[in-house]
């Protein structure tokens, strides 16, 4: 019978202790929930175990023993005085300010790593620059002699360094590494007779719609051709022909260093020293028909309404969409890299929303006859059955605009809150057709205007060509598109016409890509502009990297580290790494910039993170009151009994042995 007492009471006690240990095991894997109202009892710390870098501060001494013993005992003299409110207390900030400023291990490497890295430290317009350098890939198809190749090569970058060697410089050099290739070179130059029957090979630089391979650009020079130029194609490519020969190395050297050497220099760095760029997350287009029904004689306004609302889709994924979808590449955030690629999802929001029967206000709307604006303002009525005759014909040389400053103040009024950039596009009726706006300061007509406020704006009219919808409203948004070029430090031109202007006396520059016509960025414009941002985009990279590793540091005790934050953490470091590593091996800055801002979206979603928290704190005693009436009295009582069982089982069992 004292046995089963016994067995009984150690049966209870077992229980209570597996309560406490499942309890404790359920509060430290359940899942932190940020909308419950309750808060967890053990934090999630598994991310510690896959966390890649290392968290800790730069030590404050040099390694030795003597240093590690004064750090410690600087620690420790802080947190006495802090806990004791001994001493002077600028004297404890001083030195908590001092433990503040240590960055982190990890950080140290990277800007170690950074130092080592030839740049360019550029001040132009009082704005400080850093360039990285770039490299090219030679290539000579019509040369066989690896030593004239190397030569060319050598005179060409030496001219392309000594053209930039002013006291201010506004680009960095760039390096030429002849291709290496010499199986394809000696079979290329086989088979190529002449200059005009050479082609570009085909282009592996873009993979796919969303894939770019990590390589260097090519740059190829032709000899002996019957025109010089240099050819820009729609790749990362620059062909450049020549009539000079390779027979005549003075001459061809002499144009290269007089005549080409610029030329690249302003193709590769144009937009580095433009104006301030801006960071584009959202668009957002609005179309306003002033009147549906005046466009549709006899017909349904409906159907027009419907039309133009397919072709503003139509418009805006042929004109606008392939730009926001390369400056996605750059600044979009949302890249993944793979051994010889990278991978990227577009990130900037494109969206429209038609609208209708929003009428500009007759007094707004001026008449201009014979050259002349009647001094009254002219009320311009939507339906004027009594109209005279000399009306009629004086209307097809009237002029009918409205100042810049009333369309401002008349689409600001209906404008949305929406941030990003907003243009609208206004569609006038028929009776108020054609329509212009006119600047009063300078006189002058046009069919766009940018709009001042906090954020980036602009109206543009549509002129409505009969019933082509498309035509018509991809002309208004070329307006855009020439805004958005703006916006990111080039200029509001078509790319065939921007690389014109950086034609020499003797030499053409010529853009052959597909999207010549049109308002698109070519790629070393986004080179450029991936110029502009990659230094300061760095620097915030590294800041953000080593808050979050500061706070790691210090509340790692305390604070929740899950999985998933762990490996944003993670990736967000890799990309810093592979950045880095870009610059070093010479490819164009966009891969390095791209992977800069996918690190930097990434950390700051670590940051945001509910999951990344610290527990509130609790003192000892409050614990102490606050489960010692609930446990005690269950506790006690039970290991009394089971004292009081082991010692009556202990001496049951004496007086049976005797």
């Known amino acids: 019978m004292a046995g089963t007492r016994l067995a009984v009471h150690s049966i209870f006690v077992v229980q209570l202790i597996c309560l406490v240990a499942a309890s404790f095991l359920y509060a430290s894997t359940k899942p932190f929930d940020p909308s419950s109202s309750a808060d967890p009892f053990i934090s999630d710390q598994s991310g510690w175990k896959i966390l890649v870098e290392d968290v800790s501060p730069v030590p404050l001494h040099d390694g030795s023993i003597g240093g590690y ?90 001219a392309i360094i000594r053209g930039n ?66 050819d820009v194609p729609d790749s990362d490519a620059i062909v450049i022909r020549t009539t000079h020969t390779h027979k005549d190395m003075n001459g061809l050297e ?20 433009q104006k301030q760029m801006q960071r584009l997350e959202r668009i957002f287009v609005q179309l306003i028909d002033e009147d549906p029904s005046s466009h549709r004689e006899g017909g349904d ?76 303002q002219v009320a311009v009525k939507a339906e004027d059955d009594a109209e005279s005759v000399e009306n009629e014909e004086n209307e097809s040389v009237s002029t009918k605009f409205v100042t810049t400053e009333q369309m401002s103040k008349f689409i600001q009024s209906h404008s949305s809150s929406n941030e990003g950039l907003e243009w609208v596009l206004f569609l006038p009726s ?36 009969d019933d082509k919808y498309i035509n018509s409203l991809s002309h208004s948004l070329n307006y855009l598109a020439g805004y958005i070029r703006e916006l990111n ?7 065939m016409e921007t690389y014109a202007e950086l034609s020499s006396t003797t030499t053409p520059v010529n853009y052959i890509g597909k999207s010549a016509q049109r308002l698109s960025i070519s790629f070393w414009e986004l080179e450029s502009i991936a110029q502009r941002q990659w230094y300061a985009v760095l620097q915030q990279v590294l800041h953000e990297i080593d808050a979050v590793m500061s706070l790691l540091h210090e509340h790692g005790s305390t604070l929740a580290l899950p999985e998933h934050v762990a490996k944003k953490i993670n990736t967000s470091t890799n990309l810093l790494r592979k950045s880095i590593s870009f610059v070093e091996e010479g490819l164009p800055v966009m891969y390095a910039t791209s992977a800069l801002y996918g690190a930097l979206t990434t950390i700051e979603s670590a940051q945001a993170d509910a999951d990344l928290f610290e527990l509130p704190y609790f003192a ?19 290991i009394f009994g089971l004292v009081r069982e082991v010692k009556r089982y202990k001496e049951l069992k004496r007086k049976r042995q005797i």
């Not at 590494?177 to 394809?184: G, K, Q, T």
């Not at 600047?439 to 109206?459: C, F, H, R």
């Not at 409050?622 to 039970?638: D, E, G, Q, T």
Request: proline share 6%; hydrophobic share 40%; aromatic share 6%.
């Open 489 to 495: 430090g080039l200029q509001s031109k078509t790319v």
């Open 69 to 158: 013993i004064r750090e410690y005992f600087d620690v420790i003299v802080v947190e006495v005085s802090a806990l004791l409110g001994l001493g002077e207390e600028e004297q404890v900030h001083h030195h908590q300010r001092h433990a503040e400023r240590r960055t982190s291990v990890f950080v140290q490497q990277m800007r170690q790593q950074l130092s080592k890295l030839p740049l360019k430290y550029i001040n132009h317009d009082d704005k400080p620059m850093v360039l990285p350098q770039l490299k090219m890939k030679f290539h000579m198809p019509m040369m066989e002699d690896v030593t004239i190749i190397n030569r060319v090569a050598s005179e060409l970058e030496g």
């Open 254 to 273: 002499q144009y290269l260093q007089a005549e080409i050497a610029p030329i690249l220099l302003k193709i590769v760095y144009q937009a580095s020293t």
């Open 301 to 376: 306004a409906k159907v027009h309404f419907d039309l133009l609302s397919m072709a503003l889709s139509t418009s805006l994924q042929s004109t606008i969409s392939p730009m926001i979808h390369d400056l996605s590449f750059i600044y979009g955030g949302n890249v993944e890299l793979f051994d010889d690629a990278i991978f990227w999802r577009g990130a900037i929001d494109l969206s429209s929303a038609p609208s209708a029967y929003l009428p500009l206000p007759n007094d707004i709307i001026e008449i201009e006859r014979g050259g002349a604006v009647d001094e009254e």
């Open 430 to 465: 028929r009776d108020h057709s054609p329509l212009t706006l006119r600047d009063k300061k300078s006189g002058g007509n046009g069919q766009s205007i940018i709009l001042s406020g906090s954020k980036p704006a602009g109206v543009s009219l549509v002129q409505m060509d």
């Open 620 to 638: 000892p005693d409050h614990y102490l009151a606050v489960f010692s009436p609930l446990v005690l009295p269950l506790v006690m009582p039970m």
């Open 165 to 230: 060697s002013a006291k201010q410089p506004l680009s960095h050099g760039i390096i030429l590494a002849p291709s290496d290739d010499d199986a394809s070179k000696h079979k290329a130059a086989e088979e190529v007779k002449s200059c005009e029957e050479w082609s570009l090979p085909e282009s592996t630089q873009q993979l796919h719609h969303n894939t770019r391979k990590l390589k260097l650009p090519d740059l190829y020079l032709l000899t002996d051709c019957t025109k010089t130029s240099v």
